[in-house]
């Protein structure tokens, strides 16, 4: 545990203040700042009253000191998150945030800001301006690194199973960077083209925004920006990696757990080899998926993004002992045999021509095998999405009639309810609580099935009702031509005495690793899962191409972390960071007419335009604020970006504790009557410092509502201060001199325009302040005695101010301005007290830190040790505040000296 | 009233289309929010940023009803 003299929460300028006088002193200071950046609101001022020296040159200067000072050490981006006392000294837990930006490499050269895709507002310009979620908080900010904002992982890319980007795909396209979104798909997902047409995109089911009017059409986005790169790019851009590292893996099946594997250590260097028992490399996205859901070119060209990695995948060529592929010298082995068996039901008739199962069905047709079904009727039994494939497929066969018997009713249907939409569409009958008993045939021949009502039981161990045949209830249907869709079951029986397989037959593995009982083999994909999906399927092959290169790298598998995510983030704040959400109705899907999808297996889904790619995209809400589109990472010459980074907690130990936590400004909404968030032209005196700096947010002074230069600029002093209506009834010290200030720069800024301040009266109190307010009034500043009852805004973005004339006999008055700047109070901080542990740092009775002797002894608090400089004690002006500052560091100075002496 | 956060999360949605509208010359803000056919306010959040990031600048005069122009700047993508 690392100790220090003095802890001080809060850099701003008397934290900074404090923290230069006590290191000059010879103690050493922990300084901790929640920002990532030091120098408070100071720094973000354009110049101070009345000298109106620059705020940037007072400022920087104090804080490069503090930041180099060999007493200080600084920690931003971290808070304090509990103080307690043991042994006479304080005991302090810190957090420090992740960053996603390695500070040491960090260079501030702004790279990764140019090329984030994502806008948010720009807290440090007070919302007149957007900044990215990968940024420097402004141009002097000490220390000058980059950081990442970042609220969790994005639902839609949480749920990815192979942790494709969702989100960081989808900035990048309402950006228009078509071509990058390919390449951050491609970081997780080789099957591009066959996920767009034909994954379940489980990212949909996710996406915040289905809370609104409907999830972002995640998947068909994907699609088209496969189609886009696809279409420019007919063959991969790239070849195989330079580097090889001369070990050789095995991969035993081509689907898309077996593809994702190779692609994976492909391009770690490793020579991979993928053995395929049928005629073509795919399994099931070209065996078992309806080309008029997954077009077999699509296949085709994704198949190239493994092979173009110098892949080379062997065809008929079926696999059935693993050992002798160590013995010809395979140095590991990826097991993805898939799940091409099919269920039987048990019952008789199901041997009889006529009666084939789903898989055998779906292959056939799939390899250009012409089943007769015209004019025939046809059923499928089952109500899995394979179930409704067959079912589909037998209408374009020329089926017509086409009958799915499922046991459960459709409630339980594991199938998607689009896939059965549009089975009934192209016009498959459905019969729910039914199941074939017999199936009757007349010389080997299928001719009837007889079936039986079901009703439902009690859920069975798979959590859905159990079917139970109800008696007397068998009717008999003639039927041509039948397809059993109730189960596969995984290819594994020619490995079942090489390596532990479960009762069902997948493969038992360790389910972190995916490794087998026998350590060079891992395996994935349906062979381990059962049936499951394409994604799913691909992201085993991710994981266990992850640790497969360890375990050849001899390395320890149950140390390595794969794939390492923030926890998602959470939906309601995502919902709630903004007041309104305009509907955005999502793109529709477009389809064939059914009429027309059933001639033939030309593909049913219809694509996105390039116009309805840009509008859903923009429908994205951001949740995860920092998408992890990576241009970041392509952006930044240093190397500094590492989205691996984790948030640390340090305990400290001090002796004496300082709070300089300062102020907040009062948020102008709640005096409505004002009109600020709702008029454009209606900002508050921050913002106004912020449009007066260097460093501001526009080339000039300009009216946030349409960017004309105002003319006409109205003050309204004493917004929320002395004002019980909201509570606060103190006045803020500060808001004459810092109006009287900006009117003076605005004479200088904008020689044509005018000015007017609205006040109850004004408090010049300090050195020099009644001058200043007098050369304000010379200058040709209008000041008004007189509360502004509202403000209402005409079309044109002018503001028309009511207001009582008080110096001309009260009478209401109305006054068109073009810009209104309400000059703010200062509200306190009172959330530090609860980082106090077992006691209690009181307030005064307006909530700022309680000076216990103000007096006499200025930074004493209500608790032995802790001290309290700058705004945290009540509203200031800046010379106060580092007077204050100074205090402050005397007053600790004299705690610690008099502490060790034992007094 | 549309949420500033909204406004802003538009930004690079819209930055293509304003680059493209620049390329016929330059413009101020409520000249590119009637090519784009959205309000000002809006435009202004889209093109402070653009500025912002080096993608627009402004031309040295203002015109009589008080507006800046922006153009396309060089350098950036």
């Known amino acids: 545990m690392k100790k220090y003299d003095v802890l001080i929460v809060g850099a701003g300028i008397a934290g900074m203040e404090t923290a230069l006088n006590l290191g000059d002193m010879g103690y050493k200071v922990l300084l901790v700042e929640r920002e990532p950046s030091i120098g408070g609101k100071m720094i973000l001022l354009s110049k101070v009253f009345p000298t109106l020296d620059c705020a940037s040159c007072i400022s920087t200067p104090k804080m490069a000191a503090t930041a180099n000072h060999p007493n200080i050490h600084l920690m931003t981006s971290s808070e304090v998150k509990e103080v307690s006392r043991k042994n006479g000294n304080f005991r302090a837990r810190v957090f420090r945030r992740a960053v996603f930006v390695d500070p040491a490499k960090c260079t501030g050269c702004q790279e990764c800001e140019f090329a984030c895709t994502v806008a948010v507002p720009d807290e440090f310009n007070f919302g007149l301006v957007a900044r990215r979620a990968a940024f420097i908080p402004f141009p002097q900010a000490v220390p000058k690194k980059a950081v990442i904002e970042r609220a969790g992982t994005s639902p839609c890319s949480f749920a990815c199973p192979t942790y494709i980007k969702a989100h960081g795909y989808i900035s990048l396209a309402r950006s228009g960077k078509f071509e990058e979104a390919f390449h951050l798909i491609m970081e997780d997902a080789p099957l591009v083209g066959s996920l767009g047409r034909a994954c379940y995109a489980p990212c949909e089911g996710e996406c915040t925004r289905g809370l609104l009017e409907g999830p972002l059409p995640i998947r068909r986005i994907k699609r088209f920006i496969a189609e886009y790169y696809y279409s420019r790019h007919p063959e991969p851009e790239y070849g195989p990696p330079e580097k090889r590292n001369g070990k050789r893996v095995a991969v035993v099946g081509s689907g898309p757990a077996g593809l994702s594997a190779a692609y994976f250590l492909a391009r770690n260097g490793y020579e991979v080899t993928v053995f395929e028992a049928q005629a073509e490399p795919g399994g099931m996205l070209r065996y078992a998926l309806p080309s008029y859901r997954l077009p077999r070119d699509v296949v085709s060209r994704d198949v190239k993004n493994i092979t173009a990695l110098g892949v080379e995948i062997k065809t008929n060529h079926r696999v059935e002992s693993l050992k002798k592929l160590r013995e010809e010298g395979y140095h590991a082995v990826f097991l993805a045999v898939g799940t091409w068996k099919a269920r039987k039901m048990g019952i008789e008739g199901e041997n009889l021509r006529g009666v084939v199962d789903s898989i055998d069905f779906l292959k056939r047709v799939s390899e250009g095998e012409s089943f007769d079904l015209a004019g025939k009727t046809v059923l499928v039994v089952g109500g899995g999405n394979v179930a409704i494939d067959a079912a589909r497929v037998a209408r374009r066969l020329g089926a017509s009639r086409v009958v799915v018997q499922y046991r459960r009713s459709e409630k339980e249907m594991p199938a998607f309810r689009w896939e059965v939409e549009e089975a009934e569409e192209e016009g498959v009958e459905f019969q729910y609580l039914k199941n074939p008993v017999r199936f009757i045939g007349e010389d080997g021949q299928l001719r009837e099935v007889e079936s039986i009502r079901m009703r439902l039981g009690e859920p069975d161990e798979s959590g859905r009702r159990r079917p139970i045949p109800v008696e007397g209830s068998e009717e008999r249907m003639r039927v041509d031509f039948v397809v059993l869709a109730i189960g596969l079951k995984p290819s594994t029986s020619p490995f079942q005495d090489e390596i532990e397989l479960n009762k069902n037959g997948t493969v038992k593995v360790n389910p972190t690793t995916l490794q087998t009982s026998l350590p060079y083999v891992f395996a994935g994909g349906d062979a381990v899962l059962g049936p499951s999906t394409m994604v799913e399927a691909m992201g085993q092959g991710k994981r266990a191409a992850f640790f497969i290169d360890r375990f050849l790298r001899g390395e320890d598998l149950q140390e390595a972390e794969f794939e390492y995510k923030l926890p998602p983030a959470k939906k309601e704040e995502v919902l709630s960071r903004q007041l309104t959400h305009t509907r955005l109705n999502p793109v529709k899907k477009k389809l064939l007419p059914p009429e027309e999808r059933i001639k033939d297996f030309r593909e049913v889904e219809l694509p996105m335009t390039q116009e309805e790619v840009l509008y859903s995209s923009a429908r994205c809400l951001d949740c995860g604020i920092c998408s992890e589109c990576h241009q970041c990472i392509l952006a930044c010459p240093a190397d500094a970006i590492d989205f691996s980074q984790k948030a640390q907690e340090f305990e400290v130990e001090a002796e004496a504790v300082v709070v300089s936590q300062g102020f907040k400004l009062f948020p102008a909404e709640r005096k409505p009557r004002y009109g600020f968030g709702r008029f454009f032209n209606v900002i508050n005196a921050m913002q106004m410092d912020r449009l007066l700096a260097p460093t501001r947010p526009y080339n000039t002074i300009l009216r946030p509502s349409d960017g004309k230069v105002p003319e006409n600029i109205a003050y309204v002093l004493c917004t929320g201060s002395r004002d019980r209506t909201v509570n606060n009834p103190i006045c803020s010290q500060i808001c004459c001199m810092y109006s009287i200030k900006q009117a003076q720069l605005l004479m200088g800024a904008l020689p044509l325009a005018d000015i007017t301040v609205y006040y109850m009266d004004i408090r010049a109190f300090g050195k020099g302040y009644e001058e200043f307010f007098q050369q304000a009034s010379d200058m040709g500043v209008q000041f008004i005695k007189g509360r502004v009852a509202k403000i209402e805004e005409k079309e044109d973005g002018n503001l028309l101010l009511h207001y009582e004339d008080i110096e001309n006999g009260g009478v209401k008055k109305v006054a068109e301005h073009d810009l209104v700047v309400l000059s703010v109070g200062l509200l306190p901080n009172p959330e530090i007290t609860r980082i106090f542990k077992d006691e209690k740092l009181e307030l005064d009775e307006f909530y700022w830190v309680k000076q216990v002797e103000e007096d006499v002894s200025p930074a004493r608090t209500s608790l032995e040790g802790v001290f309290v400089a700058g705004t945290a004690a009540g509203p200031k002006d800046i010379p106060d505040s580092i007077l204050t500052a100074g205090a402050a560091s005397a007053e600790v100075a004299a705690y610690i000296e008099s502490k060790r002496r034992g007094r | ?77």
């Open chain 2, 1 to 77: 009233m549309k949420d500033k956060r909204e406004i802003i999360r538009e930004e690079m949605a819209m930055r293509g289309k304003i680059l493209e509208i620049l390329k016929e010359g330059a413009k101020t803000v409520p000249e590119v929010a009637t090519a784009l056919g959205r309000p000002t306010e809006e435009v202004m959040f889209w093109m402070m940023a653009m500025r912002k990031y080096g993608l627009i600048e402004e031309t040295e005069e203002m015109t009589e009803d008080g507006y800046y122009k922006y153009r396309l700047k060089e350098g950036r993508k």
